[in-house]
């Protein structure tokens, strides 16, 4: 049975900061995503096996992504908010080919 949960979403000022986690039991982490209302859900970052990451342009230099082995969980530590951030954020994982969601976390920035 395949499980994606994130949690860690909230209510901040821009230029806060908030840590999302995603944990994915019984699927392989494919990645963060976003969607704000009205807009399409995107790529925010991602992160290999081996460690190695990636990020949407919008949020390189303020986000950064990491995993814990040990946990079975993929962090991302979202600083400098800004409101454009706001938006429902997602992990999604993938087991044979097939893809699951969790149910997101909204994350919503002031001004």
């Known amino acids: 049975q395949v499980q994606v949960v994130e949690s860690g979403g909230g209510l901040v000022q821009a230029g806060g900061s908030l840590r999302l986690s995603c944990t994915t039991s019984?699927?392989?982490?494919m990645g963060w995503y976003r969607q704000a209302p009205g807009k399409q859900r995107d790529l925010v970052a991602s992160?290999?096996?081996?460690?190695?990451?990636s990020y949407a342009d919008s949020v390189k230099g303020r986000f950064t992504i990491s995993r814990d082995y040990a946990q079975n969980t993929v962090y991302l530590q979202m600083n400098s908010l800004k409101p454009e951030d706001t938006a429902v954020y997602y992990c999604k994982g993938r087991r044979y080919g097939d893809d699951y969601w969790g149910q997101g976390t909204q994350v919503s920035v002031s001004s």
């Open positions: 019984g699927a392989i982490f």
């Open positions: 992160i290999t096996i081996d460690g190695s990451p």
